[in-house]
């Protein structure tokens, strides 16, 4: 048995809840937070900056459409890059052995590894190459770290949106290269958080652990676990679709949408977009203290109802300012946010102890089909979409007096 397993070890009921117990927990829960962040940091970072490494590395003679202000290199790559190795990795993590301090290593490194190789990249090969290691990563942590925790872990994770998409759209002005390596400071903050803040668990807590660990030892095979999966469906299911829906939205739609009279730039629309996501994937996140919602499958209804208003937008261009585009971003952040700290809510309170670890872990392998499958999407729908004539609708007529480029194009194709 490891030294660490859990913070539901360090956190369990305690009958006499002296000064060294509260601060054991509240070192614990800051650790925990603390791993939330800096292990989600670099996938978003990527996914705030996957225009920009697209536009780093395409150059003058990539052929883009003669229809729309679009290439058709689209950011699902970068997403696809950044998704599928994490994936993988949760597909197998489950069943590999659960040796943290090998574990944690490995996951700095990765981290380290990743940054490193897209700051001094100068090919388009290497930077999804530094993609897919921050992908690693991340994948691995969620399943190496995220087993009872769920307040403490989920609001880092969803921090990690807000301070890594924010951090990247400010520090950017100092260029790619600089802002990533100031962002080694990351790893270096997972492997402080885990071997310092972390607290080593007592005799108690170890004792606890490996009651818990003798249970899910006896008798529990591969096969054993694959039947565990039929039960967790009703919560894989709308998280998954959840994750669909949301991707498909933020790396298919997002570098359509164009408001040429905004002060921002194409780029600096696109970057801003995906902090005000992650702005409400941290509230939400952050929620499940004061309130929590069971039925988790509302939040795939209504993620379905926002993939059909953007997806009408960057074809129709019917919303007529940038900010109500802000206010529905916000909304899908938030739908988004709260479908994953619920439904590992109702996990930690419905499954059975020995099962929670396992359950969580390939929980999270939802998420990541549901982002790979809409990394797909997004790329197919990104061309098409680049391909079709542009529509006026009477209500846009302002915009189109308004903006040249979009009324140049339209005066071309017709």
Aim: glycine residues 6%; charged residues 15%.
């Amino acid at each position: 048995m490891p030294d660490y397993q859990s913070c539901a070890t360090i956190l369990q009921a305690e009958t006499a809840f002296t000064p060294v117990l509260k601060q054991r927990k509240i070192r614990t829960l800051v650790a925990y937070w603390i791993l939330g962040l800096c292990n989600n940091y670099g996938y978003v970072v990527m996914l705030t900056a996957a225009s920009d490494i697209i536009a780093d590395n395409v150059n003058e003679t990539e052929e883009k459409s003669t229809v729309r202000e679009c290439t058709y290199m689209s950011t699902g790559a970068i997403l696809l890059a950044d998704i599928l190795p994490g994936l993988t990795i949760k597909i197998l993590a489950p069943f590999l052995p659960f040796f943290i301090h090998v574990r944690v290593a490995i996951c700095v490194i990765l981290a380290a590894a990743g940054y490193l190789t897209v700051a001094f990249s100068n090919s388009l090969f290497l930077s999804i190459l530094g993609v897919v290691l921050t992908s690693f990563c991340s994948g691995f942590g969620e399943a190496t770290y995220l087993q009872n925790v769920v307040s403490s872990w989920s609001s880092g994770t969803g921090g990690a949106g807000v301070i890594g998409a924010l951090s990247y759209s400010v520090l950017q002005a100092l260029g790619m290269r600089t802002t990533l390596l100031i962002m080694l400071v990351i790893p270096v903050a997972m492997a402080i958080a885990f071997w310092i803040i972390l607290p080593r668990p007592s005799a108690e807590d170890l004792a606890h652990a490996l009651e818990i660990q003798r249970t899910v030892n006896r008798g529990r095979i591969i096969k054993k676990k694959l039947l565990l999966i039929p039960g967790l469906m009703k919560y894989i299911i709308p998280f998954s679709l959840v994750y669909l829906f949301e991707y498909f939205i933020n790396q298919g739609t997002f570098e359509l949408i164009q408001f040429e009279d905004s002060s921002l730039t194409q780029q600096e629309q696109y970057r801003w977009l995906q902090v005000t996501y992650q702005v409400g994937v941290f509230i939400s996140r952050s929620s499940v203290n004061l309130f929590h919602i069971p039925q988790t499958w509302t939040m795939a209804v209504f993620q379905g109802i926002n993939v059909v208003i953007f997806t009408t937008e960057v074809i129709y261009y019917y919303i007529p300012n940038f900010y109500i585009v802000v206010a529905l971003v916000l909304w899908e952040g938030l739908l988004g946010g709260s479908s994953y700290v619920n439904t590992f809510y109702r996990i930690s309170n419905e499954v059975a102890e020995e099962n929670k670890q396992f359950s969580m872990a390939i929980t999270t392998f939802g998420d990541s089909i549901g982002i790979a499958l809409a990394g797909v999407l997004a790329i197919y729908a990104h061309n098409k979409i680049c391909d079709l004539p542009i529509f006026i609708f009477p209500n846009h007529i302002q915009e189109y007096n308004k903006n040249q480029t979009f009324r140049q194009t339209f005066k071309n194709e017709h």
